[in-house]
């Protein structure tokens, strides 16, 4: 079940002197200036789980922008605690929110919804496993009408992180993320986080609108959430290429099996060998360089997705020789696709090799 790590509220500055009156309001909190060629921004830390953003543009309007971690705003500092979707809780944030910002002058009210950040952490009882998993999705490429997340003019490679404009989904290791704060009693051992940020929307502004809570549209961003995963992650089980080459020749090998089938089973096994070879899957399934045609490539791989194998494969010199897909260890598939999921792994004695995880 996806919830919520952050949201953000904001709201665009459109009067003259508004926001130096922000500025002035905010003097007394501790923040910190940071200027950019086109930008300036000013970042208040109000509390725990509250950071108010102030931004001056060349080429934008002004905004101010609210950052808000409800659980922390509710008294729930534990870290792998993320916020579960409760109507009552969620108001209960707000109400707090409200309260605080009054002292400052600000008025929540004027504020609209404009990111919500849907998570869901997993626990792995081998922290390396987080590694491989960013290591498999990174070759795997980002997906059609999507492009990997710059910051600045940087593209973090311990995470894999994509945008196609109006959300992102980043796979990032929250244990490194958490040891590099050095605080021990935080560190958030063995945990990969996925996280899908959704922008400004028409219908995120009308979650909250003139003080009111419209929390059915929030049970729809998480919906379209689950959605958005299910669109981006590849089905198929992270197997070693020698199991892969293994599985296929036994299909090869099988009776009442046609030539033409044995042809694609061919050109199942040639895919996968290049893929392995090379750094990028989409090199070998894309543009001018593609193993294959465009067709072709498209018959491979619903062959793929109905055997329940990855074209990605793991490393030959890892230590773990199978790894669910992420929409498996995410819970987001149906009852049917799990069962062939679970057939897969017990007809090629797998079941026992998963390693152990849990949702957290």
Request: charged content about 30%.
């Amino acid at each position: 079940m996806l919830k919520i790590h952050t949201f953000e509220m904001r709201k665009i500055i459109s009067k003259r002197n508004e926001f130096g009156k922000f500025q002035s309001n905010l003097q007394e909190i501790g923040h910190y200036y940071h200027r950019a060629q086109n930008s300036q921004t000013y970042f208040y830390f109000v509390k725990k789980g509250l950071i108010i953003v102030l931004r001056r543009c060349k080429f934008t309007p002004d905004s101010i922008t609210i950052q808000i971690n409800p659980q922390k705003i509710l008294g729930n500092e534990e870290q792998q605690n993320l916020f579960e979707l409760s109507e009552t809780e969620f108001m209960k944030c707000l109400v707090s929110v409200y309260e605080i910002l009054e002292k400052n002058k600000i008025i929540l009210t004027e504020f609209k919804i404009s990111r919500l950040d849907f998570t869901q952490d997993i626990w792995f009882d081998k922290s390396e496993i987080i590694d491989i998993y960013i290591k498999l999705l990174n070759k795997t490429g980002a997906p059609n009408r999507y492009k990997y997340t710059k910051y600045g003019d940087t593209i973090y490679k311990d995470s894999y992180d994509i945008t196609n404009g109006n959300w992102s989904i980043a796979v990032y290791n929250k244990e490194k993320e958490s040891t590099k704060r050095n605080k021990r009693s935080g560190i958030m051992y063995g945990v990969m986080r996925t996280e899908v940020r959704i922008f400004d929307s028409n219908e995120m502004n009308q979650v909250f609108s003139n003080g009111l809570l419209y929390f059915d549209a929030i049970i729809r961003m998480q919906e379209l959430a689950k959605i958005i995963l299910s669109n981006v992650f590849v089905d198929g089980f992270y197997i070693k290429l020698d199991k892969t080459k293994n599985i296929l020749s036994k299909k090869y090998h099988s009776r009442n099996i046609t030539k033409r089938q044995q042809n694609g089973i061919q050109k199942m096994i040639e895919l996968s060998k290049t893929i392995a070879i090379h750094r990028s899957l989409n090199d070998c399934i894309r543009g001018t360089n593609a193993l294959y045609s465009y067709n072709t490539i498209k018959d491979i791989k619903e062959r793929f997705i109905e055997e329940r194998i990855n074209l990605v494969s793991i490393c030959a010199n890892e230590h773990f020789s199978v790894l669910p897909d992420m929409k498996y260890i995410l819970g987001i598939k149906t009852e049917i696709e799990v069962e062939k999921d679970n057939k897969f792994l017990i007809d090629n004695n797998l079941i026992h090799r998963i390693p152990t995880y849990r949702t957290l």
